[in-house]
């Protein structure tokens, strides 16, 4: 019989346990920092989503002061035209206000470039606060981000922006907005002693990083998303708008046009007009204060865009018509036609109501009407009523409807 050797059966067990031990304690050690570490991020997690919480409930925004915007930079920067780099001297940012996540809003959603212009009017402010509300209200929410240009006079100082803000808080991943001090430009064509903010949107192109913009005047509902509006093909044109119920205003310039359009609701195409060198035709034009401008920047697009001008859809343009009747009178008028089907649909599901038909404004209480061009005199036998009502509506879902009120003859809440 074999003899066992002991001392190797004693080394074998000897580094089995050794083997073992030190196993043991390399998995109890890796166990425990997993663990340890698992603890961390939770916490990390906790304190991150927190964090995420209290931004979102707090609707924390951003502004940045001056020339910090960095595409108005880029953009001027690309300008070779000397008088283009005469001009944009004289614009810089007065504000830049946006959400801390906006970034993150802006890469999953459409975005959709809006400009207007605006002066130190305390009572337009608030018209202008009110239809800004109606698209924010009306958009869609999940797919939509405006960024609004906002061309302002000198006389329109940061404290005038601050009525703006709560639309910032309240949409937060949904607009931005951009504030230009457009300085003296166009002093030569003063209006009515204000500073001249309707030719201001005719240079855009200069400026601003887009290959479109919807122009918007503050006298306008906007009742709808306005994507499809903003995407529109352009089919060559320099312009889209609605056709205007004064159709020979440019006749005597020479030009029998049978497309004459309002220029409160357009949509320019500001490749197009930068390609064809276009802003230069502008500029001399509104510079040459021999050259009468019967209706301001109205007459100037409908007089250099000739023929390269389009229509929009009647639902992104239509004027503050009552019924059927109205629209037969306004279809009479124009010189190229509508299908009334088109107009009706428009009239029953409007996407934009520019409210133009009547003076005083729709939002104002009076008894008669001086103008009037579907010719209804009182108020209460007037489809002004009804837009009167619709403006109200949306007013008073703002926080300054107590201000409202007091300039547009509201004694009480109405809503």
């Given at each position: 019989m074999k003899k066992k050797n002991i001392y190797n059966i004693k080394k074998k067990k000897y580094f089995k346990l050794r083997y073992k031990k030190k196993k043991s304690n390399f998995f109890s050690f890796f166990i425990i920092k997993i663990f340890f570490s698992l603890i961390l991020f939770l916490i990390y997690g906790l304190f991150a989503f927190l964090n995420i919480v209290s931004d979102f409930n707090n609707n924390e925004i951003k502004i940045i002061k001056n020339n910090e915007y960095e595409i108005f930079n880029k953009m001027k920067s690309k300008l070779a035209d000397p008088l283009f780099k005469t001009l944009i001297k004289e614009i810089s940012i007065i504000k830049h206000i946006y959400s801390d996540k906006t970034k993150f809003f802006k890469r999953e959603k459409n975005i959709i470039n809006i400009e207007i212009g605006i002066n130190n009017n305390e009572d337009f402010k608030y018209i202008m606060y009110v239809s800004m509300f109606s698209l924010l209200f009306n958009c869609n929410k999940k797919n939509t981000f405006i960024i609004y240009h906002i061309l302002c006079s000198p006389d329109f100082n940061e404290s005038s922006i601050v009525i703006f803000e709560p639309l910032i808080r309240n949409y937060s991943e949904n607009v931005e907005m951009i504030f230009y001090n457009m300085g003296n430009l166009f002093m030569n064509r003063k209006i009515d002693k204000n500073p001249p903010v309707t030719f201001y949107r005719l240079i855009t192109p200069l400026f601003i990083d887009s290959d479109r913009i919807i122009h918007l005047d503050g006298d306008c509902l906007i009742l709808s998303d306005l994507y499809e509006m903003y995407n529109l093909n352009f089919d060559g044109n320099y312009v889209l708008g609605f056709y205007d119920v004064i159709p020979d205003?440019?006749?005597?310039?020479?030009?029998?046009?049978?497309?004459?359009?309002?220029?409160?609701?357009?949509?320019?195409?500001?490749?197009?007009?930068?390609?064809?060198?276009?802003?230069?035709?502008?500029?001399?034009?509104?510079?040459?204060?021999?050259?009468?401008?019967?209706?301001?920047?109205?007459?100037?697009?409908?007089?250099?865009?000739?023929?390269?001008?389009?229509?929009?859809?009647?639902?992104?343009?239509?004027?503050?018509?009552?019924?059927?009747?109205?629209?037969?009178?306004?279809?009479?008028?124009?010189?190229?036609?509508?299908?009334?089907?088109?107009?009706?649909?428009?009239?029953?599901?409007?996407?934009?109501?520019?409210?133009?038909?009547?003076?005083?404004?729709?939002?104002?209480?009076?008894?008669?009407?001086?103008?009037?061009?579907?010719?209804?005199?009182?108020?209460?036998?007037?489809?002004?009523?009804?837009?009167?009502?619709?403006?109200?509506?949306?007013?008073?879902?703002?926080?300054?409807?107590?201000?409202?009120?007091?300039?547009?003859?509201?004694?009480?809440?109405i809503y």
């Open positions: 205003a440019v006749d005597y310039l020479g030009i029998n046009s049978t497309k004459y359009i309002n220029a409160g609701v357009i949509l320019l195409n500001l490749e197009k007009i930068i390609k064809d060198n276009k802003t230069k035709e502008i500029i001399d034009l509104i510079a040459n204060t021999d050259f009468k401008l019967n209706n301001y920047d109205q007459t100037v697009i409908n007089y250099l865009f000739y023929p390269k001008i389009g229509r929009l859809p009647s639902k992104y343009g239509l004027f503050n018509f009552g019924d059927k009747n109205d629209l037969i009178k306004y279809n009479d008028i124009i010189r190229t036609k509508i299908p009334i089907e088109e107009l009706e649909d428009a009239l029953n599901n409007p996407g934009v109501v520019h409210l133009v038909l009547c003076w005083p404004k729709a939002w104002l209480i009076t008894s008669n009407y001086r103008i009037c061009y579907t010719r209804c005199t009182e108020r209460n036998d007037c489809r002004c009523k009804k837009y009167f009502d619709l403006w109200h509506f949306y007013a008073n879902k703002t926080e300054y409807y107590e201000r409202i009120a007091s300039f547009t003859g509201v004694k009480k809440k």
